[in-house]
C-alpha cells in the first residue's frame, strides 16, 4: 500500500514537471508556449528552436529578432516545399495575426540558432529573448530535446 502511494505521487509530481516544462508566458496580447530547442552534438555550430505563439489581440503583431547569448545569430526561418524541393529561407520578421496563432516547428516556420559558442545538452537552461513589434521584449526560457525526441 506504501508503495503504490509513493508511484502515485511520483506519477503525479513527474506530471506536473513536465507540464511545468511548458508553462506559457502572457505578453501583452500574446500567449507563448511550447519553448523547445534542439540538443547538438559536440562541434555542432547550429540548432533550431521552436514555439506556439498566440496572439488574442484584436490587432497583429510582429516577431521582428530573436537573440541567445551563446549564439552568434538567431534567425526567423521558414521551410516549405516548392514543387519536390525543401526550401528554407530567413524572414526580417514573422506576422502573428490578429486572433490567430503561429507554430514554429520541424518543417515550417523555425528559429534557427547560428554560431553556437558551446554545443546544448539535454537539461540546459537556453533562455532566448524574442522581440516582438507591438509586446516588446520577452525573454522566454526553451525545454532541450533531443533529435530522437522530436518529430521531424
Known amino acids: 500500500m506504501v508503495r503504490q502511494l509513493l508511484v502515485r505521487i511520483l ?24 519553448p523547445t530547442v534542439r540538443t547538438t552534438s559536440p562541434g555542432q555550430m547550429m540548432s533550431s528552436a521552436y514555439l506556439v505563439i498566440e496572439n488574442k489581440g484584436a490587432t497583429p503583431d510582429r516577431l521582428v529578432s530573436v537573440s541567445y547569448s551563446r549564439a552568434k545569430e538567431v534567425q526567423i526561418h521558414e521551410m516549405k516545399m516548392d514543387g519536390d524541393k525543401m ?9 502573428i495575426p490578429a486572433n490567430g496563432s503561429v507554430e514554429l516547428k520541424s518543417g515550417g516556420y523555425h528559429l534557427m540558432m547560428l554560431g553556437l559558442q558551446e554545443p546544448i545538452k539535454e537539461g540546459d537552461s537556453v533562455k532566448m529573448t524574442l522581440q516582438f513589434e507591438k509586446a516588446g521584449k520577452v525573454d522566454i526560457s526553451f525545454q532541450t530535446k533531443s533529435m530522437a525526441g522530436m518529430k521531424h
Do not use: P
Open 11 to 34: 506519477f503525479v509530481f513527474a506530471s506536473c514537471s513536465a507540464l511545468s516544462a511548458y508553462a506559457q508566458t502572457q505578453a501583452g496580447n500574446l500567449q507563448i508556449s511550447q
Open 87 to 95: 526550401m528554407m529561407r530567413q524572414m526580417t520578421a514573422l506576422e
